[in-house]
């Protein structure tokens, strides 16, 4: 099976602008997802999409917002980029959402996003 | 909120030596997973050992183990016979019932030949 692939692996923006990053899970796994990671913090958790509804939410702002597919493949999207969005981010796929099996997570190779 | 905690921002080990990562996370939840994953320099998060919060047994992956005390919400891995190729950052995650990780911000583990 294919891992999990995330396209664009590099970007650069300037403030202001606005991105989309996108994110194609394995095969069969229905939910997406994603975090931002930055030096010293580590993981935070974004958002997570199963069977397109958004099913769980971390504590970022509007500008950060995200969408699913009925093919599971899911996009986040950054608006009005500041100086501090500058951060690897991961996107990671499971087979299912909740419940109480050990649900792995599959991680993507990420996208490097620098903001100028 | 669940809140996970590594306090070792870096350690180092010899080759073959053992090493033993920590971490401790709070949660008010008695049904949860927690998990150690490995991110090497080129980025990719993998999977090292997971442990199921009812199971009292310790989880056990080759060269890869943890003690888990769920009393004192302490969950470390420790790495026997290290290898070159153990080098990498290690994350301590906790899964809640409801599908959402929380990661600890990590502990970057050098090998020394």
């Known amino acids: 099976k294919a891992g999990v692939t995330q396209t664009p692996r590099y970007l650069i923006k300037t403030r202001g602008q606005q991105v989309t990053l996108s994110c194609s899970p394995i095969?069969?796994?229905?939910?997406v997802s994603w975090y931002q990671q930055t030096p010293g913090q580590g993981l935070q958790f974004l958002f997570e999409?199963?069977?397109?509804?958004?099913?769980n939410k971390g504590n970022f702002p509007g500008r950060f917002s995200g969408r699913q597919f009925s093919n599971s493949r899911s996009e986040m999207n950054v608006s009005t980029l500041e100086l501090g969005d500058s951060a690897l981010y991961l996107c990671?796929?499971?087979?299912?959402?909740?419940?109480?099996?050990?649900?792995?997570?599959?991680f993507g190779p990420g996208t490097r996003l620098t903001v100028l | 909120a669940q809140t996970v905690t590594q306090s070792q921002p870096e350690m180092s080990v010899q080759e073959a030596e053992t090493v033993t990562l920590s971490c401790t996370y709070d949660?008010?939840?008695?049904?949860?997973?927690l998990f150690w994953y490995k991110q090497p320099p080129s980025r990719q998060m993998i999977l090292v050992i997971r442990?199921?919060?009812?199971?009292?047994q310790n989880a056990t992956e080759n060269r890869f183990s943890v003690n888990f005390q769920k009393a004192a919400k302490s969950f470390s891995l420790k790495i026997s016979d290290s290898q070159l190729g153990d080098a990498a950052m290690y994350f301590c995650?906790?899964?809640?019932?409801?599908?959402?990780?929380?990661f600890g911000t990590g502990t970057s583990l050098t090998v020394i030949p």
């Open positions: 990671a796929s499971s087979l299912l959402s909740g419940g109480v099996r050990a649900n792995e997570q599959f």
């Open positions: 095969s069969g796994h229905r939910s």
């Open positions: 999409y199963f069977s397109e509804t958004q099913r």
């Open positions: 949660t008010s939840e008695s049904d949860y997973y």
């Open positions: 442990q199921e919060a009812y199971k009292q």
């Open positions: 995650a906790y899964r809640s019932g409801v599908n959402q990780f929380y």
